[in-house]
């Protein structure tokens, strides 16, 4: 698994406009509002994105 991960929308004004940063390994700099930041790979949810639909209807 990769761990770098490219962001596709600036997570604070939302622009595409983004740049990997020279400065900083993995930082990313968005063109549209000068703000650097990075994105961390924390790991996988221990139960993974599991729906509460158990002891539901079942057909
Ligand atoms: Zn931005």
């Not at 698994?1 to 983004?18: N, V, W």
């Amino acid at each position: 698994m990769s761990e770098r991960a490219a962001p596709f929308y600036c997570p604070y004004c939302g622009d595409e406009d983004l740049r990997p940063s020279e400065e900083k390994h993995g930082a990313w700099e968005c063109a549209a509002c000068s703000r650097a930041f990075q994105l961390k790979f924390l790991g996988l949810l221990s139960q993974g994105l599991k729906r509460s639909d158990s002891g539901g209807a079942q057909i």
